[in-house]
Nanobody, 123 residues
Framework: HVQLVESGGGSVQAGGSLRLSCAGS???????MGWFRQTPGQEREGVAA???????YYADSVKGRFTISKDDAKNTLYLQMNSLNTEDTALYYCARDRAHRIGCVLSRTEYNAWGQGTQVTVS
């Protein structure tokens, strides 16, 4: 069964922007929700996360360029990506933290509900 569904990926030129969305039955306003990305042959890496109070956490590689947000009324998570570069090319996933915690972590092992991913290609 589908728990989370990402959308908004696509192809964009370097310097451009995209906005990803994620919604589904696994969305929980009371837990950290995160965005991850993966390229072939590489580990899935954490990009950004947001906790139940709206505090945000970012990987150093995207700080200042990406913004994570959510709309609990719509059960939807977002990732606004600006100033994209070729190193941002990846399959992007959203995920839900497996536990309630104070503060979010960007470790994939701490998330247990995943979407199927949306491809972002920057050229």
């Amino acid at each position: 069964h589908v728990q989370l569904v990402e959308s908004g990926g696509g192809s964009v030129q370097a310097g451009g922007s995209l906005r990803l969305s994620c919604a589904g039955s696994a969305y929980r306003y009371s837990r950290c929700m995160g965005w991850f990305r993966q390229t072939p042959g590489q580990e899935r890496e954490g990009v950004a996360a947001i906790d139940s109070d709206g505090r945000t956490y970012y990987a150093d590689s995207v700080k200042g360029r990406f913004t994570i947000s959510k709309d609990d009324a719509k059960n939807t998570l977002y990732l606004q990506m600006n100033s994209l570069n070729t190193e941002d090319t990846a399959l992007y996933y959203c995920a839900r933290d497996r536990a309630h915690r104070i503060g979010c972590v960007l470790s994939r092992t701490e998330y247990n509900a995943w979407g199927q991913g949306t491809q972002v290609t920057v050229s």
